[in-house]
């Protein structure tokens, strides 16, 4: 079992930074791939970036290729999506999820965070 625990959403203008973290409990934490996710009112739950287990492959949606970026720091158990040059359609609940495999198919991640709220002001 892998429980996930996101951080660091909040309020930000156009154009900020903000550094979401996703604390992982359990010690196959670095066995896992990571995935973001994000979900806006009304829409589908979207892929946003992965990372594999070893941290050496990362995989990005194209509409935040170049803004953002993701990492894994093993000892510490978590994962993290700093995220530039933010627009106001980044603007969505943003959760972490671990799997077998970093992909982009959200069914394919086992367990997920309860996600953290985003909102990129105009």
């Known amino acids: 079992q892998v429980q996930l625990v996101e951080s660091g959403g909040g309020l930000v203008q156009a154009g900020g930074s903000l550094r979401l973290s996703c604390a992982a409990s359990?010690?196959?934490?670095?066995?896992?791939?990571m995935g973001w996710f994000r979900q806006a009112p009304g829409k589908e739950r979207e892929f946003v970036a992965a990372?594999?287990?070893?941290?050496?492959?990362?995989y990005y949606a194209d509409s935040v290729k170049g803004r953002f970026t993701i990492s894994r720091d093993s000892a510490k158990n978590t994962v993290y999506l700093q995220m530039n040059s933010l627009k106001p359609e980044d603007t969505a609940v943003y959760y972490c999820?671990?799997?077998?495999?970093?992909?982009?198919?959200?069914?394919?991640?086992?367990?997920w965070g309860q996600g953290t709220q985003v909102t990129v002001s105009s």
């Open positions: 359990g010690r196959t934490f670095s066995t896992y791939a």
């Open positions: 990372i594999s287990w070893s941290g050496g492959s990362t």
């Open positions: 999820a671990a799997g077998r495999y970093s992909v982009a198919v959200a069914t394919l991640y086992n367990y």
